[in-house]
Every structure is written in C-alpha cells, then in structure tokens.
C-alpha cells in the first residue's frame, strides 16, 4: 500500500519560513519523481516544485529562490523549504510521487501566510 504522508503545514506570517516533510512507503522511493503541488481555493492545483530520479530540480516560475527542494532517498522523504512566505503561497501543498504511467498523492497539508 503506498502511503505519502505530508507533514509541516501550518500558519506563518508574511516573510516566516515553514518547512515541509513527506514521508513516502509503499513505493521504491528512489526510482520516482518526487514533486509537491499546491491547491488555493478556487483554483486549480499546480506544481510548486519536484525532483528527479537523477536529482534535476524545476521550479514554479512564482516560487524560484524562495523555495528549496530537496530529496532524501535514504530516508524515503522529500522535503521543501519555504522562505519569505507570501500570502498567495496560502494553499492546501501536496506531495506526489511520479513514475511515467503511475502518480500517488498524499492527503495534503495546509499553508496559511497571515498576520
């Protein structure tokens, strides 16, 4: 059964940092793309960031040198570092694990920036 489980969400003010972790199991974590999206109300989800197999990296043109991605393949996690949060990041961030004909997705966890 795979299970990407997010963790780290929450409420900051602008200019805060949030780190989130998703944990992944079910899956041979290091042959995946490793990606986290993000979902505000009313619109539709879109990609933050992933990681490749290889470790290539892709941005969100919004999200280029604030966020940080990062994988560790020893700990089957994937983890993306937020800093000078803004108040359009607020969204529901999901984590996803890719291969070319499969795509797992953890339940989400909520990003509030407010002060």
């Known amino acids: 059964q795979v299970q990407l489980v997010e963790s780290g969400g929450g409420l900051v003010q602008p200019g805060g940092s949030l780190r989130l972790s998703c944990a992944a199991s079910g899956i041979i974590f290091n042959i995946y793309t490793m990606g986290w999206y993000r979902q505000a109300p009313g619109k539709q989800r879109e990609l933050v960031a992933k990681v490749g197999r290889s470790g290539s990296i892709n941005y969100a043109d919004s999200v280029k040198g604030r966020f940080t991605i990062s994988r560790d393949n020893a700990k089957n996690t994937v983890y993306l570092q937020m800093n000078s949060l803004q108040p359009e990041d607020t969204a529901v961030y999901y984590c996803?694990?890719?291969?070319?004909?499969?795509?797992?997705w953890g339940q989400g966890t909520q990003v509030t920036v407010s002060s």
């Open positions: 996803n694990a890719q291969r070319p004909t499969v795509n797992f």
